[in-house]
């Protein structure tokens, strides 16, 4: 209980921080007054109607920026099942005779906290905007509120998930070392959509899970939401919508907790501390 | 309750670590392995716990296949030399934290069990503040406050001073007395004479019924 209540409370205050930068940073409309769609398009990486199109760099950076907060409660978070194999880790498994359990219940963990910080940061955000601009809210902009939570809550559980993993393999350095560069890395391919017209490229940008969070590249079966999406020049043909995009994430994720499984069940502790043995 | 090793065998990054280990283990018995250092005690303890998978051969419990039928033997209490607690934490919050994990004592066998090692249930230092000793007594309170079946020990009486050496005997018989099947293993012959009805040698990973004659 006391390591749930550390990380609850480490949750709110990450939540709190995103909330507020996202604010700051990224709900800047061009007069007082700020539509809840576009408000839900800014901060999904989408600034305005070309949104990334044309792969500029500073684009580019700013998407990272963006990211950044999610970043940093990922690292946190990145330890919530490794610490089990970081420190004591003989007197955990040998009280837990089913490992298989102990690994569905620190998903579920690392699952709870990734929804609440991506809650909690979108109602920061939500609520600063409110009170320093007049923000319109319509039934679009809740669906895309929706969207746009739900898919950052799964793509923050995947990368939080894949550095507590891999941290097991290669070391808490190495591991959000790894998730780090290859979340930069799927932000950089963003700049492919450009190219998209090469087949390789293109399956490369398709493929990519970071494509799937911009909502500005979205199709939408509701009109009303079609309207509110502002059309973004070629990416018309990428076929982005909803459905595509939770199904794409949600593979990459089941992928990642699949594996995490396998590793789990199969890895021998063989160290009592795998950071510092014996401390 | 029979512990039994069959054919076990360990090979870590194509180094053989455990060679064609058996065993027949039983409650209310004490049982020493000797060795040098690297010699395998430590992974033959991780292997008989169900710690590390192996290459071949099984360990089963009351016939039951460990690794098949359960991840690692029900109901052990272990230490092993360089395993440490969360530095954070004071003793009795480690303990509680551990003890939380399968949820059958309760606060007042906790402060019990580091009473019984000698420790201060009320201390408020944090684990990192312990002296070698003090770490050494905590792990062995954690590891029998649950009263369990099997108690695994690698070099129990390291660090500690000639009372907490008595003192740590002491409650090992103890929990001997209590049925319980325990494994030490140590290079203090002193310790092995003292506690063990059986003796096993480990050498270069094969293990061996020893001629030193246990009391």
């Known amino acids: ?279 | 309750m029979i512990l039994q090793a069959k054919h076990v065998s360990k090979s870590i990054r194509g180094k053989t670590v455990l060679s064609e280990v058996n065993l027949r283990l039983e409650s209310g018995t004490i049982y020493g392995f000797v060795g040098r250092n690297g010699s395998g005690k430590t992974v033959l303890f991780r292997a008989l716990s169900g710690l590390i998978s192996l290459s071949s051969g099984e360990v089963n419990l009351d016939g039951k296949v460990l690794r098949r039928d359960f991840d690692v033997l029900p109901n052990l209490g272990i230490t092993l030399e360089t395993t440490g607690l969360y530095p954070s934490y004071t003793g009795v919050e480690n303990l509680a934290y551990l003890a939380g994990i399968r949820n059958r004592i309760g606060m007042r066998a906790i402060r019990r069990a580091i009473q019984r090692v000698g420790l201060d249930p009320e201390d408020k230092r944090t684990y990192r503040k312990y002296s070698m000793g003090m770490k050494q007594r905590l792990a062995l309170a954690q590891a029998v406050m649950e009263r369990p079946d099997i108690i695994m020990l690698d070099e129990p009486t390291n660090g500690l001073d000639e009372d907490g050496v008595d003192m740590i005997r002491q409650l090992i018989l103890e929990e001997k007395a209590r049925g319980a099947m325990i494994l030490v293993a140590s290079h203090n012959k002193e310790d092995i004479q003292i506690l063990a009805d059986r003796v096993f040698r480990i050498s270069a990973g094969a293990v061996s019924p020893s001629e030193e004659a246990a009391l």
């Open chain 1, 1 to 279: 209980m006391y390591r749930l209540r550390y990380d609850l409370l480490y949750t709110l205050l990450f939540g709190i921080l995103s909330g507020v930068l996202a604010a700051v940073l990224y709900v800047n409309p061009m007069c007082d007054t700020i539509s809840l769609p576009e408000m839900v398009l800014q901060l999904s990486g989408s600034r305005g109607i070309f949104a990334l199109y044309g792969a500029a760099p500073s684009e580019l950076m700013a998407v990272f920026s963006r990211f950044l907060p999610s970043i940093l409660f990922e690292i946190y978070a990145g330890t919530v099942m490794y610490r089990s194999f970081c420190t004591a880790s003989v007197y955990v498994f040998t009280r837990n005779p089913d490992r298989a359990k102990w690994y569905r219940r620190e998903v579920c963990r690392v699952l709870l906290l990734s929804v609440l910080f991506t809650a909690i940061s979108l109602a920061i955000t939500v609520l600063l905007a409110a009170v320093r601009y007049a923000v319109v809210l319509n039934v679009p902009g809740a669906i895309l509120l929706l969207y746009h939570f739900v898919l950052y809550a799964i793509w923050t559980f995947t990368v939080t998930i894949f550095i507590n993993v891999l941290s097991i393999w290669l070391g808490s350095y190495n591991a959000t070392l790894a998730a780090t560069a290859l979340q930069a890395l799927c932000i950089a391919l963003l700049g492919l959509v450009r190219l998209s017209a090469q087949p390789v490229l293109a399956v490369l940008a398709r493929v990519n899970p970071v494509s799937h969070l911009i909502l500005g590249w979205f199709h939408s079966a509701i009109p009303a939401v079609e309207e509110a999406i502002p059309p973004v020049g070629d990416v018309e043909f990428w076929g982005f919508s909803f459905p595509v995009s939770l199904l794409v994430v949600s593979v990459y994720c089941l992928a990642v907790v699949l594996s995490g499984r396998q590793l789990v069940l199969h890895h021998d502790i063989l160290s009592g501390n795998a950071e510092l043995d014996g401390v």
